[in-house]
Nanobody, 124 residues
Framework: QVQLVESGGGLVQAGGSLRLSCAAS????????MGWFRQAPGKEREFVGA????????YYADSVKGRFTMSRDTAKSTVYLQMNSLKPEDTAVYYC?????????????????WGQGTQVTVSS
């Protein structure tokens, strides 16, 4: 049974940093793409970034490019999202997700597994 467990959310002032973690278990993730999405109140879930489990290649939404960085530690089966220069508009619940082999890394419906989410709140 696949489990994705996010952690690391919290309250931070604008300009600050947070690092989110996503611990993945239940299968080997070779060939998978790991994604981060976020959802603010009253808004649709939006793509933040994605990372190939094997390749380590990363993709980002324009809104976070240059501020957020994804990485993975395959030995620990964990994916990270380093968030710097945070803005109030980054406030949302952040979700970790996994999909096998698709190139549609920005499309939420392509993901097979989801975590429960972690709240990130950025105060101005």
């Amino acid at each position: 049974q696949v489990q994705l467990v996010e952690s690391g959310g919290g309250l931070v002032q604008a300009g600050g940093s947070l690092r989110l973690s996503c611990a993945a278990s239940g299968r080997t993730f070779s060939g998978y793409v790991m994604g981060w999405f976020r959802q603010a109140p009253g808004k649709e879930r939006e793509f933040v970034g994605a990372c190939g489990w094997g390749s380590g290649r990363t993709y980002y939404a324009d809104s976070v490019k240059g501020r957020f960085t994804m990485s993975r530690d395959t030995a620990k089966s964990t994916v990270y999202l380093q968030m710097n220069s945070l803005k109030p508009e980054d406030t949302a619940v952040y979700y970790c997700a996994a999909q096998y082999g698709s190139t549609y890394y920005g499309v939420a419906t392509r993901y097979d597994y989801w975590g429960q989410g972690t709240q990130v709140t950025v105060s101005s």
